[in-house]
């Protein structure tokens, strides 16, 4: 009895052995992906840099949110609570971000010495999808944060996807943060 239960293990751990290094293989091949992936070897060399867009880091009590805008009285309750984290982005404003469905990045602009809530336009809200894992590092990524880039001592702002899911914009898109305006400066597209 008990030779024929060996036996049958014997055959189990043979069969997995003999399928493993195909699954390892199937894994490496990034055969979950295709030729409309992004993937890191997308981003260019000369791709604008943090550092070549910096921004001094506010240290100052933050405002409390101003409900003037549209988008602070829409997303009262989550931007009430961003409000008061320090600042992250392009020195006193604190880049907002919560999931707005599979692979969705919600994002508004609040500034902390004002109080005042900015949607940015063409860049509100950023769709990850078919974007290597690789490059959705650092985030949250049931709603994929990490293909939204940004630092509290720089003014540009990386997303990796589709903004505003507008297809024509699928790649990855660079902005500046200016005058209370994003302005894309590059764009590579990954259709």
């Not at 024929?4 to 069969?15: C, G, N, Q, S, V």
């Not at 880091?57 to 009262?76: C, P, T």
């Not at 008061?84 to 982005?89: H, R, T």
């Not at 809530?117 to 650092?138: E, I, K, M």
Request: net charge neutral; aromatic share 10%; with cysteine.
């Amino acid at each position: 009895m008990q030779t024929l239960a060996t036996m049958k293990l014997i055959r189990i751990f043979i069969t997995v052995l003999l399928l493993f290094p195909t699954l390892l293989l199937a894994e490496e091949s990034g055969d979950e992906y295709d030729e409309h992936t992004i993937r890191p070897s997308d981003i260019p060399a000369d791709a604008p840099k943090f550092k070549n867009f910096p921004a001094e880091i506010h240290l100052g009590d933050n405002a409390r949110l101003s409900f003037r805008s549209k988008v602070a009285r829409e997303y009262r309750t989550r931007l009430s609570q961003w409000a008061k984290e320090k600042p992250n982005f392009a020195d006193h404003y604190i880049l907002a971000t919560w999931g707005c469905g599979t692979n969705c990045t919600q994002i508004t602009i609040v500034d902390a010495k004002t109080g005042i809530a900015y949607s940015p336009t063409g860049a509100s809200f950023n769709a990850a999808d078919n974007v290597h894992d690789d490059l959705l590092q650092g985030g949250d990524l049931w709603h994929a944060t990490g293909a939204v880039r940004f630092r509290p001592d720089s003014g540009l702002l990386v997303l990796i996807g589709t903004p505003e899911e507008r297809d024509n914009e699928r790649g990855i898109s660079y902005y500046v943060w200016e005058n209370n305006r994003m302005k894309r400066i590059r764009f590579v597209a990954k259709p």
